[in-house]
């Protein structure tokens, strides 16, 4: 009985495996399948030639899981393509339809062709994905590790968003509940570290500040993962400057952008019970105004930078920003610098900081001019442009009319009524 027992077992795995190696054998011409609209799970399943079941699905999965256990993380990757796309329906590529025009009949072609027509195309942002559940959100979450083990740092960006966007639709849709989709979006910011501080020169660490300055996913910073106030912190630090130029209109850098980054920043440092030396740096220089603390606080977080595994190679680029925020907010408290003490509050020389200045007027950040006699540095006006004035004085029009409305219409009001009662007691008189 036994021995039957176990003939019965490996007949059973011997045809799964068959039906394993026959799935893998069809993937090859997958090109073919897709164009006919035959490459779903459900069209596969019901084509009793092909022997393919949900189960040997599954095993593809469990299969594309050992790869990446194992370390074959582009094996794993190209798997999990595969598997994607079983649950999508993507627009074809022109290359594509021209080889199946030349092999397929017209039948099959007309086919193809309605199969592909845009309204029956997937969501675009999660890989053309026909429905989102949760076992596709497992399936995303693999396929974003493997992008970021692989360092392919473009597309583990679109990994990420699809893996966001998936989340925010089982939430909507309630397929999971509040709380584990607080723990996911959680999960979320910690991998997107790995591709934001990867990809810092392509905007990455502005995607970086959007994402988690969106309000569910602040949220979570607040609630489950105050250490990454640090990440925010540097990566707001890094590129406000960039920012702030590229919605300059003259070129010069507009400082609205970088000063908003700023105070959206500071509201989340006074929501988090989380602190370093570099929240505490902006703390002392935006908060307290303490320029002294600042710069201890500076030399602090050139050590923290150096040893923290996504900031180590922005150091360099950290610290000169730094300087640069240390001289902003200087500059605003004083229209007249002496070069001596604002070369020591940047931790250099005299002639260091007045190299260091020439660079910042010549690269169009700076309003200034250097008074070499005097040894200072004379701030220029900040003026704004007619434009931003008109902009500046008509922002709350629309609230202020609305307002203004408001007053009369209840001014209006209290003036009927105050002849009604005078009206009233004039009849109780004449009575």
């Keep these: 009985m ?17 039906e394993f190696t026959l799935f893998c054998e069809i993937i090859i011409s997958q090109s073919k399948l897709v164009a006919a609209g035959e490459w779903n799970v459900n069209t596969l399943c019901k084509k009793p030639e092909l022997g393919i079941s ?31 796309s079983l649950y999508a329906v993507a627009p074809l590529p022109k290359e594509t339809v021209e080889e199946i025009d030349e092999t397929l009949d017209d039948e099959r072609n007309t086919k193809s062709k309605e199969s592909s027509t845009p309204q029956n195309l997937g969501n675009p942002l999660v890989y053309y994905v026909t429905s989102i ?14 992008e970021i083990l692989v360092q392919n740092w473009e597309d583990a960006t679109i990994a990420l ?25 959680t999960w979320l910011l910690h991998w997107s570290l790995f591709v934001f501080w990867n990809n810092s020169g392509s905007k990455g660490l502005e995607s970086m500040v959007e994402l988690f300055s969106a309000e569910k996913y602040l ?14 912190t540097a990566a707001v630090l890094l590129c406000k400057r960039r920012v702030a130029k ?19 920043l500071i509201r989340v440092m006074q929501n988090c019970e989380y602190t370093d030396p570099i929240v505490e740096f902006v703390d002392c220089l935006c908060v307290k105004f303490d320029f002294e603390g600042a710069q201890e ?34 500059c605003r408290i004083h229209n007249k610098l002496d070069l001596g003490v604002l070369g020591a509050k940047l931790a250099m020389d005299q002639e260091a900081a007045e190299r260091w200045i020439v660079d ?12 070499s006699e005097s040894g200072c540095v004379v701030m220029g006006a900040d003026s704004l442009s007619v434009y931003e004035q008109v902009m500046e004085k008509t922002r709350d029009l629309n609230l202020r009319s609305a307002a203004l409305v408001q007053g009369l219409s209840h001014v209006n009001r209290q003036v009927k009524r105050v002849r009604a009662k005078m009206a009233r007691a004039a009849m109780g008189e004449e009575e």
């Excluded at 968003?161 to 979006?185: C, D, F, G, M, P």
């Excluded at 910042?360 to 008074?371: E, G, M, V």
């Design 2 to 18: 036994i021995v039957q027992s176990i003939s019965i077992d490996s007949q059973a795995k011997r045809f799964q495996y068959n």
């Design 360 to 371: 910042l007027i010549r690269n169009a950040l700076l309003d200034a001019k250097i008074d």
């Design 246 to 264: 590229s919605t300059s209109k003259d070129g010069r850098s507009s400082g609205e952008e970088a000063r908003k980054l700023m105070k959206n």
């Design 133 to 146: 559940t949760q076992e596709i959100l497992h399936i995303l979450w693999g396929n974003l590790a493997c």
């Design 219 to 232: 949220q979570a910073v607040t609630t489950n993962a105050p250490h990454l106030l640090r990440y925010l």
């Design 297 to 330: 606080k500076l030399a602090e977080c050139e050590k923290v930078l150096s040893t923290d595994f996504f900031l180590c190679k922005q150091t360099a680029l950290f610290m000169e920003e730094a300087r640069v925020f240390v001289f902003e907010n200087y």
């Design 161 to 185: 968003h699809a893996v966001r966007t998936s989340i925010e639709h089982l939430a909507y849709t309630n397929q999971i509940t509040a709380l584990e989709a607080l723990k996911q979006r």
């Design 54 to 84: 949900a189960s040997v699905v599954e095993t593809y999965r469990l299969f594309s899981k050992f790869q990446f256990d194992c370390g074959d993380y582009k094996t794993a990757r190209f798997m999990l393509a595969n598997l994607i």
